[in-house]
């Protein structure tokens, strides 16, 4: 399959979990140089990072700061960034019935999830609207489809 992701610059969030493996390994079969980001799995990160050629690169996208540093970084040392998988996400501990989640579980769900993909988009988008080019994509769960049981703050 040709995918024309040769030379191509794609950044992962959440890259090491379980979709965003799936994801970078993914990209980076098809020739892209994948960056993998991570919040809190930095072994495994670099695990991935190491097999694929890609790199691995830490930041708190809920903190516009880091987030935005994170875009800088990567710009800085690869020069652009083609295509950013907005995967990252905050699945909740825990499983309650909507009337027993408490109020700082439901704001923080709310608040990490949206301002993640807020930070991600708004500073992928900024770069592409200089270079005039470049793909955004938006992993959400199917829990907003179909719910999941338990964590009704989350879907």
């Given at each position: 399959m040709n995918s024309d992701l040769d030379s191509k610059v794609v950044l992962v969030t959440g890259g090491a979990g379980g979709i965003g493996s799936v994801i970078s390994k993914s990209f980076a079969k098809q020739g892209a140089k994948v960056?993998?980001?991570?919040n809190n799995s930095k072994d495994?990160?670099?695990e991935i990072a190491k097999e694929i050629g890609g790199v691995a690169i830490k930041a708190d996208l809920t903190d516009a700061k880091q987030s935005k540093k994170l875009f800088d970084n990567i710009i800085d040392k690869e020069g652009k960034i083609d295509i950013c998988i907005a995967n990252a996400g905050n699945y909740p501990k825990g499983i309650a019935p909507i009337w027993e989640i408490e109020n700082d579980r439901w704001d923080n769900t709310i608040s990490t999830n949206l301002s993640l993909t807020y930070n991600t988009s708004r500073y992928f988008l900024k770069h592409a609207s200089e270079?005039?080019?470049g793909s955004l994509v938006l992993i959400g769960s199917t829990a907003g489809i179909y719910g999941e049981a338990g964590h009704a703050d989350y879907a």
């Amino acid at each position: 399959m040709n995918s024309d992701l040769d030379s191509k610059v794609v950044l992962v969030t959440g890259g090491a979990g379980g979709i965003g493996s799936v994801i970078s390994k993914s990209f980076a079969k098809q020739g892209a140089k994948v960056i993998v980001h991570y919040n809190n799995s930095k072994d495994k990160a670099e695990e991935i990072a190491k097999e694929i050629g890609g790199v691995a690169i830490k930041a708190d996208l809920t903190d516009a700061k880091q987030s935005k540093k994170l875009f800088d970084n990567i710009i800085d040392k690869e020069g652009k960034i083609d295509i950013c998988i907005a995967n990252a996400g905050n699945y909740p501990k825990g499983i309650a019935p909507i009337w027993e989640i408490e109020n700082d579980r439901w704001d923080n769900t709310i608040s990490t999830n949206l301002s993640l993909t807020y930070n991600t988009s708004r500073y992928f988008l900024k770069h592409a609207s200089e270079t005039k080019k470049g793909s955004l994509v938006l992993i959400g769960s199917t829990a907003g489809i179909y719910g999941e049981a338990g964590h009704a703050d989350y879907a």
